[in-house]
Nanobody, 120 residues
Framework: QVQLVESGGGLVQPGGSLRLSCAAS????????MGWYRQAPGKQRDMVAV???????RYADSVKGRFTISRDNAKNTMYLQMNSLKPEDTAVYYC??????????????WGQGTQVTVSS
């Protein structure tokens, strides 16, 4: 079983910055993709950014140029640097991973979420 622990959320003023972290632990064979998703009240959960173990990265259009995703494969840890934050970035941010299993399959895991609130 794999556990994901997010940290770094909080309250920040518009234009400010936050850095989220997600640490994966447990019986991990190999992590293919790590990603951040967010869900605002009354809305669906949307992809924010995803990074693969090969370094391929995708961003939601709404965060391009403001957010940067990165990962430390040796530590099974992922980061999301969020700059120039806007009120519309307010949401619960979730960590998600796709783990390769030793039998060639894939498993998906979610973290518990961390609240990001952008407000003056």
């Amino acid at each position: 079983q794999v556990q994901l622990v997010e940290s770094g959320g909080g309250l920040v003023q518009p234009g400010g910055s936050l850095r989220l972290s997600c640490a994966a632990s447990g019986s991990i064979f190999s992590i293919y993709a790590m990603g951040w998703y967010r869900q605002a009240p009354g809305k669906q959960r949307d992809m924010v950014a995803v990074i693969t173990d090969g370094g391929s990265i995708r961003y939601a259009d709404s965060v391009k140029g403001r957010f940067t995703i990165s990962r430390d494969n040796a530590k099974n840890t992922m980061y999301l640097q969020m700059n120039s934050l806007k009120p519309e970035d307010t949401a619960v941010y979730y960590c998600n991973i796709d783990e390769r299993t030793s039998r060639g399959g894939m498993r998906n895991y979610w973290g518990q979420g961390t609240q990001v609130t952008v407000s003056s």
